[in-house]
């Protein structure tokens, strides 16, 4: 096989994205669902060689900017405006997701430990920001639920990866704390949060100083890597940080820089979110085409059918868990219904059903760890990740 530069490579990703977005525009389509069909059928060319994917790339290249963006380009006030319903899916629809994937996965999969199913279930649980902004906001969908579906998966990647977390420590050790864990959940989003209006504030005042409008975009740019390196050192919630960071460095922005720096950070931030968000629905496709020839053919039927029931699992548990939220709290509550009258029923249904998953939730099971702590290869590794690229998949094409 001929060896080619990588400027050819890169080349070439430029023009199928492009490609893929001119065709996207004449179909009724969402571009993103385009890029993982490419991504699959690039990854099934004979001769082409996809190479792994490496949870720390996503985690650090990827998911920080996107992240900073998607809170940066964030109605405050519409946030606020929201908190209940977002909260609602952020966090507690993650946890009843999680408990009910696992119990799932213990059927389904026997010998299955709790901890390790319960690690399936944190990482399947949350929406991914993504791939949510990405299809929904080129939709015809009011601005209220798009508000929430963005807002919700700002925050419940964060509940998700402290889960998950905890599993994994579980399942590695078999030491298992719920106060601990409820602790260290409150820690990570403190000090996260924190850490992101540091970062922001800095990029505020460092902006204040320079007079140059390159200088000031690139100072955004550098602020959500910042916040995630900090926040990983001391081992807290980075997602938080760099939500939080986002949404800061918004609220005060522009008391530090002219109109003309806004305006040309606007544009930057829009190319290199549009490139990003290219590479990684194409990424996911090659992925999971890849690892469809790693497993033995006598394991892939079986897999998949349970890759299909855990995301019937998951749609039907958000399906049950959106009106639920939704319509009890006006039920109980006179004044929910004075302050929050019931909403339209179509947007309820669009938000039910808008649960795609995406690069977070592959990155985290990727993440997994090879052995346990008596240096045992940990349990069902390989059926977690191939479940959960079925997960991605459906939610995110079907």
Request: one cysteine or more.
């Amino acid at each position: 096989m001929p060896h080619f530069p990588p400027v050819i490579f890169a080349i070439a990703f430029v023009a199928l994205v492009i490609a893929l977005t001119a065709l996207a525009r004449r179909l009724p389509i969402p571009t993103p669902i385009l890029q993982v069909v490419a991504g699959l059928l690039i990854a099934l060319v004979p001769g082409v060689e996809i190479p792994a994917l490496q949870p720390d790339i996503v985690f650090f290249v990827f998911l920080p900017p996107i992240l900073w963006a998607a809170a940066f380009f964030t109605s405050v006030r519409e946030f606020k405006a929201n908190i209940r319903p977002i909260g609602l899916l952020a966090v507690g629809l993650v946890l009843i997701t999680a408990v009910a994937v696992a119990i799932a996965a213990r059927a389904l999969l026997p010998g299955l430990p709790w901890a390790v199913a319960v690690a399936l279930g944190a990482i399947v649980s949350p929406p991914d920001a993504v791939a949510a902004a990405a299809i929904v906001s080129r939709l015809p969908v009011p601005r209220r639920v798009i508000v929430i579906l963005e807002g919700e998966s700002l925050v419940n990647d964060a509940s998700a990866l402290v889960l998950y977390r905890t599993a994994v420590a579980a399942a590695v050790t078999g030491v298992f704390s719920w106060g601990e864990s409820i602790v260290r959940f409150f820690i990570d989003a403190g000090v996260g949060s924190l850490i992101g209006i540091l970062v922001g504030w800095l990029i505020v005042r460092a902006a204040r100083r320079t007079k140059d409008s390159l200088a000031e975009t690139l100072l955004t740019i550098a602020g959500p890597y910042v916040a995630w390196i900090t926040a990983e050192s001391l081992h807290v919630s980075a997602v938080l940080a760099c939500v939080v960071g986002g949404i800061y460095l918004r609220q005060h922005l522009s008391l530090a820089v002219g109109p003309l720096s806004r305006l040309q950070t606007r544009i930057v931030w829009d190319l290199l979110i549009f490139l990003l968000n290219a590479m990684i629905f194409i990424v996911l496709g090659a992925q999971f085409a890849t690892l469809l020839r790693s497993v033995p053919h006598d394991q892939l039927e079986p897999l998949l059918w349970t890759g299909v029931i855990i995301s019937a699992v998951a749609i039907v548990v958000r399906l049950l868990w959106v009106p639920i939220a939704t319509y009890l709290p006006r039920k109980l509550s006179a004044e929910t219904r004075r302050r929050d009258p019931i909403p339209n029923p179509k947007g309820v249904v669009l938000v039910a059903w808008t649960s795609m998953r995406g690069i977070v939730s592959l990155a985290t099971a990727l993440a997994l760890p090879l052995v346990l702590a008596d240096g045992r290869p940990f349990p069902f590794r390989t059926e977690i990740i191939l479940i959960t690229m079925c997960v991605i998949v459906l939610t995110l094409v079907v």
